[in-house]
T-cell receptor, first 116, second 108 residues
């Protein structure tokens, strides 16, 4: 159990366009999901906490208008990178916990975004 | 921030040897978790140790936690080439943060 599906696994887009990444909890409900960004050979950096039915909480330095997060249901959170630039190219990973944070987190397989 | 820091940043060992990675953090935690990431892939949860636990085992993995020193270690025994990956500790307090990771290379 506790599967998180992330889609797409990779995407290439042109500068100026927007890209939507989906994160779904397949067999559990998640009132909270997390979005991370990872640069090559670096750790994961928490970007924002996605809360079902309310606004996301963004970490300091993360532009909320740039990275739009929508958590419309208990099993789906989306991250939209708006007006993408080459510096937005990165690996984005979502996660959620099925057990009130007692049993660790399950991560999606990640989305590699390349902006050309 | 609450971010953990692992050391060493990179570790290269021969197959069959043990690998030890350490993690230090800054504030009180609810639990500490270790994750593995193969190159370019998502993370896999390895083991969770609660703040009131001192040691935990899972197969070839052994995790210790010293809350007085705010540190944890991950020991992989009898390493295999397939253990080659990056390993991250993550602390769960008011937020959830990842450490900087240790890149482990196991040479066949």
């Amino acid at each position: 159990g506790a599967v998180v599906s992330q889609h797409p696994s990779w995407v290439i887009c042109k500068s100026g366009t927007s890209v939507k990444i989906e994160c779904r909890s397949l067999d559990f409900q998640a009132t909270t999901m997390f979005w991370y960004r990872q640069f090559p050979k670096q750790s994961l950096m928490l970007m924002a906490t996605s809360n079902e039915g309310s606004k996301a909480t963004y970490e300091q330095g993360v532009e909320k208008d740039k990275f739009l997060i929508n958590h419309a249901s208990l099993t789906l959170s989306t991250l939209t990178v708006t007006s993408a630039h080459p510096e937005d190219s990165s690996f984005y990973i979502c996660s959620a916990s099925p057990g009130q944070r007692l049993y660790g987190y399950t991560f999606g397989s990640g989305t590699r975004l390349t902006v050309v | 921030s609450q971010q953990g820091e692992e050391d060493p940043q990179a570790l290269s060992i021969q197959e069959g040897e043990n690998a030890t990675m350490n993690c230090s953090y800054k504030t009180s935690i609810n639990n500490l978790q270790w994750y593995r990431q193969n190159s370019g892939r998502g993370l896999v949860h390895l083991i969770l140790i609660r703040s009131n636990e001192r040691e935990k085992h899972s197969g070839r993995l052994r995790v210790t936690l010293d809350t007085s020193k705010k540190s944890s270690s991950l020991l992989i025994t009898a390493s295999r080439a397939a253990d080659t990956a990056s390993y991250f500790c993550a602390t769960d307090a008011s937020q959830f943060y990842f450490g900087t990771g240790t890149s482990l290379t196991v040479i066949p």
